[in-house]
C-alpha cells in the first residue's frame, strides 16, 4: 500500500474542485485491504473510495477524508462461453470505456449503452450507471464485494438496483465493490460497434463530454420532464456563477470554466434547486456526490 499526504481532490476528479484530503491509501496487492482498516483508524478519516473521479463535488478547505484507490483492481477477461452467453470478469478499476471497448472488439453485446460514461466499473455499479435505456446492474451476473474483513460473492438475484442506486440484500450496509462478472450476448462485431457509434455521436451532440464535469447534477424526476429540461425552462441553461457553471449544451452539466470552486458550485446548485422549486412544485434530487456529505 502507497500512501500520499494530503492529495488534492481538485487533481483528482473530473469537476477539478475541491480541497485537501488527510490521506490517499493507493491499494497496490489484494492483501493491502488486510491493514486497511488499522490505518484507516490511525488517520482518523471518513475513507472514501475514490476510482476515476467523476460524479464527485469535492468542498473546498481541508477536508476529514481518506481517499482508497484500489488500483491494482484491472483484470478484465472473458471466464465462460456457452452458445451466445459469454461471462466477462471486470475488477473495480477497469475504466468504463475499456469495458466498452473490449465489448466491442470481442462481439459482446449487453453495455453498448454505456459509451461515453466516465468513470470505472466499481462507481459505475455503485450508482447503477445508465443510458440509451441501458443500466449496468442489468447485465450482472455477479459482484464480489469487500465488507469489513470479510469478501462476500453476491448473485444477481441477491442485489437490489434502482434508477442510480445499487445494493445487496444480505443487510450488508458498507462494502466496497471489488470485481463483476458481466452476462453478454455474442453478436455481430459490426452491428455492435455501429450501435456504439450511433450512442457515442448521439451523446457528444448533447453533452459537454469534454468539458471539466462531474456529470449530471440532479437524478430526473420519476414523474416529471428530465432535469436538463426543469432547468432549461427556469433559465438555468448556460447560467454562470464564480467560474462554475450549467453548461449551454446541456442544462443538467455543471462545468468548471477553469476557476471555479465548490463554494461557487454548491451556490449554484441551490439557486437551481430554488427556481426549479419555485417554478414546478418539484425539488430536483442530487446525482453528485458532495464530498464530504455534511448531512
Not at 25 to 44: C, I, K, N, Q, T
Not at 86 to 112: D, Q, W, Y
Not at 185 to 199: A, Q
Not at 202 to 231: D, H, I, Y
Request: glycine share 10%.
Amino acid at each position: 500500500m502507497r500512501e500520499v499526504s494530503s492529495p488534492s481532490l481538485a487533481d483528482l476528479t473530473t469537476l477539478r474542485i475541491g480541497g485537501k484530503a488527510l490521506a490517499a491509501l493507493r491499494l497496490e496487492r489484494a492483501s493491502d485491504f488486510e491493514v486497511l482498516p488499522m490505518r484507516l483508524r490511525a488517520l482518523g478519516g471518513r475513507p472514501l473510495v475514490l476510482g476515476a473521479g467523476s460524479n464527485i463535488l469535492a468542498r473546498d478547505g481541508e477536508l476529514p477524508i481518506v481517499l482508497i484507490c484500489p488500483d491494482f483492481l484491472r483484470q478484465l477477461e472473458v471466464v465462460s462461453e456457452k452458445d451466445d452467453k459469454v461471462c466477462v470478469r471486470a475488477g473495480a478499476a477497469v475504466p468504463m470505456a475499456r469495458l466498452v471497448r473490449f465489448c466491442a472488439r470481442h462481439g459482446l453485446s449487453g453495455l453498448e449503452g454505456l459509451v461515453g460514461i466516465p468513470g470505472r466499473v466499481g462507481g459505475g455499479i455503485a450508482m447503477n450507471a445508465g443510458s440509451f435505456g441501458t443500466e449496468i446492474c442489468a447485465a450482472l451476473e455477479s459482484v464480489q464485494i469487500l465488507s469489513g474483513n470479510s469478501v462476500h460473492k453476491i448473485p444477481a438475484r441477491d442485489m437490489r438496483f434502482g434508477y442510480r442506486s445499487f445494493s445487496v440484500s444480505k443487510g450488508i450496509l458498507d462494502f466496497v465493490v471489488l470485481e463483476a462478472i458481466f452476462s453478454l450476448i455474442k453478436l455481430s462485431i459490426d452491428g455492435i460497434r455501429n450501435s456504439m457509434r450511433h450512442n457515442f455521436f448521439e451523446k457528444k451532440s448533447k453533452q459537454p463530454l469534454t468539458a471539466w464535469s462531474a456529470g449530471c447534477v440532479f437524478k430526473n424526476p420519476p414523474s416529471e420532464m428530465p432535469a436538463g429540461r426543469l432547468l432549461e425552462l427556469s433559465g438555468y441553461k448556460g447560467k454562470k456563477l464564480g467560474g462554475m457553471a450549467f453548461s449551454s449544451l446541456h442544462a443538467n452539466f455543471l462545468l468548471n470554466e477553469g476557476r471555479g470552486c465548490a463554494t461557487a458550485a454548491l451556490d449554484l446548485i441551490h439557486e437551481a434547486r430554488e427556481a426549479v422549486r419555485r417554478r414546478f412544485g418539484c425539488m430536483l434530487e442530487l446525482e453528485v456526490r458532495v464530498t464530504p456529505c455534511l448531512c
